[in-house]
């Protein structure tokens, strides 16, 4: 019975398999020369590494082995380090930024940080005066404005507005006209 089971578990993912391909046939379609090319290089060099690297290591000793997979394991280490260490400055720049009450999305703030905490240190303060000051002059420009009118018919005098026989007209040009009458 086990064995029935067995060749049930085989044959349904062979099903399944063979389903597959037959739903999508649009796919092998739209791609390209170049690109099925260059899948078919990118296949064949990275079987080329994986095989030269076998071959390398059946040459080489059990301690050269071992040294050989310490020192990839410590590129590694330093690779995942400097990724730490990139997203403590980018913690610690956005920290700065923030109680200055300026937030960045992360690709603005990916240009302001370095490697070197000092440097990135000046690039976040240089932005932020640079950030404070350009929404300064933006809002005192928008606060300066023009200056509001007097009103339309400022060559009025006032003996115009009091030969105006309509009192509904003649209230609203004394009021237009208020700089006369003070």
Known sequence: MNEETQDTTVTEPAKSAAAEPQNEPAQ????????????????FSGFEE?????KKLEEMTDQQRAETERDRYKQQLEALQKQVDAAQ???TARGILAEKGIHLPDSLLAQIVTTDAKTTKEQVEAFSKLFTQAVDD????RLKGEPPKRGTSAGMTKEQIFAIKDDAARIQAINQNMHLFV
């Open 138 to 141: 933006a809002v005192k420009e």
């Open 89 to 91: 400055m980018q913690q």
């Open 28 to 43: 092998p379609a739209a791609l390209t020369a170049e690109e099925v090319s260059r899948m078919i290089a990118d296949a």
């Open 50 to 54: 994986r095989q030269s690297e076998a």
